[in-house]
C-alpha cells in the first residue's frame, strides 16, 4: 500500500469513526467520555510498548506512530469503546461479550486484510495473543466507568 493511500485510509478511519461517535447522542457522549478517554490514553501506551518490541509492523516508511498506530487509537477504538459502553453497560456480561465480538472481528478478518493489503502485519504475537491484548483492556474500562459513576452519585 503505497503512503498516500495509507494517508487516506488512516483520515477516513478516524472521521468515519467521529462522524459515528456523533450519532451515538450527546448525553452519552458526555457519560461515557472520561472512561473512554482513559482507556484510549491506555491503549496509546501499550500500543508505543507494541510498536517498541515489534508486536506489529506497519509496512510504509516513514515508519512513525502517527503514521501507524495513531489513527487506530484515535478513530476506531474511541468508537468502539463508546459504543461498548452504551450497548453493553449495566450488565458485565453483556459489556464482556460485545467487546469480545468486535475485538474478534478486528483481530481475526482485519488483521488478515491488513496484511493482504501491506498496512501492518503482526510480528512477535499470533492473533490469539492479540486478541486478549485487546481484551484485557474491556474489564479495566468497565471499571473506569464503574468508578465514575460511582464518584457521580456520592456528590
Known sequence: MSFK???FLNICMVVLSWVS???IGPNNIKRFFP????ISIIEILNGLLGKKRKWWVFYNKPNSFLNGEFSYNI???ILTSFLT???GYGSFKKFMLLSA???AFFVFPFTYFAKRIKLFSLVRINSIQFFFYFILKAP???L???LFERKGKAL
Open 85 to 87: 459502553l452504551k450497548l
Open 5 to 7: 493511500s495509507q494517508k
Open 140 to 142: 479495566l474500562l468497565y
Open 75 to 77: 478513530g476506531p477504538f
Open 144 to 146: 473506569i466507568q464503574f
Open 101 to 103: 465480538l468486535v475485538h
Open 35 to 38: 472512561a473512554t478517554m482513559i
Open 21 to 23: 461517535v456523533a450519532l
